[in-house]
């Protein structure tokens, strides 16, 4: 008898979580059962407690959060060094990834005293790698870093250090929104990565480096980044048509289309376009937008005729809301990293509360 295989593990469950649920037939995202919909109406730091221990924070909670992974958003000499060193052309999740397991996990600041102190290292973790990202864009993009100034908020930190400038009240619900759609989605390449990980009883930094290594590729998070420059390729919204035509003949994937799981609308691109057409409305990035609603439209198009669907993913148009935002497009999957690190830490907990070593078998099919 044959063993059967399942290479993708399309279907196969491996485990329970009860941070997010991905309802792929109805297109519907949830974190502990509240709705990605709701969520987005409110502040990060409130959802990220809300993700990782499963209760609200007051208002004044939120803030005193805000402020202190703000100011946890930064990075220790020895790491400022390593940076330093590297070559100024390293992909910044390659810098991510390098910077990760060597990462300063002691706070700066004393944490707020109602957080739990389990949650500590991983926050502090999380702070430096949005430190880490704002950090390398300056040495990457400007040969030196940036001094934002103090008081900021840790999105508006974020922001103000990549644009070396104030972000405004749109800019800042914009990125908030984002941050809030990607924080968590089950058991994605990168998540189930870092379970894995967390299974042979590695550390949190070693866990969230894998992770981030399997969040770089462009079937996963690097399909962010992927998306805009085929746009940018094709170049106008009226070359689209033949473009993707030719590129389904040829086998060849668009990037940012179609999910495993979702067999409707990705719930967080049907928030991501409206908000992306708005952004881009008038702005230098209405061409590229219209060149992904063009592309859009034909892949449908192409599927349909072959009594297929497929729908964009989150990534389809968050570049074109980041561009609006100020961000390269080279900066979008570590951006992406920058919120979705709050979920694998979250991840990693919950996998560690009932830990069992993740050993799956392979057929032998040598001699
Ligand atoms: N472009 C062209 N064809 C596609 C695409 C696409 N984007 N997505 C699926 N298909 C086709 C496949 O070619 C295949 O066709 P076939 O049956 O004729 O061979 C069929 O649809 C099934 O596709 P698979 O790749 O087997 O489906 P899977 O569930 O493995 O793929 C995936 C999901 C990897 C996301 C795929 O849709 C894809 O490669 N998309 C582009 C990359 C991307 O956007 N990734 C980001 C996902 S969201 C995230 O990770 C945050």
């Not at 060597?102 to 600041?109: D, G, K, N, T």
Request: glycine fraction near 8%.
């Amino acid at each position: 008898m044959t063993d059967a295989i399942n290479t993708g593990l399309e279907g196969v469950i491996v485990g329970q979580t009860e941070l997010s649920n991905v309802e792929g037939d109805v297109g519907r995202l949830t974190y502990r059962g509240e709705s990605i919909d709701t969520l987005v109406e409110r502040d990060f730091p409130a959802v990220i407690i809300w993700l990782m221990a499963g209760h609200w924070i007051s208002p004044d909670e939120c803030r005193e959060l805000d402020k202190w992974l703000a100011d946890e958003s930064e990075l220790s000499a020895v790491e400022h060094q390593v940076l330093a060193q590297l070559p100024r052309d390293t992909h910044p999740m390659a810098v991510l990834q390098a910077l990760t397991p060597i990462a300063h996990l002691e706070p700066m600041r004393t944490p707020p005293t109602w957080l739990e102190q389990t949650w500590v290292p991983g926050l502090v973790l999380a702070a430096r790698i949005n430190a880490a990202v704002r950090i390398w864009h300056n040495l990457a993009t400007h040969g030196a870093p940036f001094d934002v100034p103090d008081g900021l908020g840790f999105l508006e930190k974020l922001l103000y250090g990549l644009n070396r400038e104030a972000p405004g009240q749109g800019a800042l619900k914009a990125i908030n929104t984002t941050q809030i759609l990607q924080l968590d989605h089950s058991f994605n390449a990168g998540t189930f990565a870092g379970r894995v990980i967390a299974s042979t009883g590695a550390s949190l930094s070693a866990s969230i480096a894998g992770s981030l290594g399997a969040l770089s590729g462009p079937l996963h998070g690097g399909a962010d980044e992927a998306a805009v420059m085929m746009a940018r390729d094709i170049g106008d919204a009226s070359r689209a048509d033949t473009w993707v035509r030719d590129a389904l003949a040829n086998k060849v994937k668009i990037m940012g289309m179609g999910h495993r799981e979702y067999k409707r609308l990705d719930p967080r691109a049907a928030i991501l376009k409206p908000m992306a057409k708005h952004f881009c409305e008038g702005t230098q990035w209405q061409p590229l937008m219209e060149t992904l609603m063009a592309v859009e439209d034909t892949c449908q198009a192409v599927f349909s005729e072959k009594g297929k669907e497929i729908h964009a993913n989150l990534e389809f148009y968050k570049g074109a809301v980041y561009l609006a935002l100020g961000v390269q497009e080279r900066y979008f999957t570590s951006l992406f990293a920058c919120s979705r690190v709050f979920g694998w830490i979250s991840h990693f907990h919950e996998f560690n509360r009932a830990p069992r070593l993740i050993r799956p078998r392979a057929l032998y099919s040598g001699r």
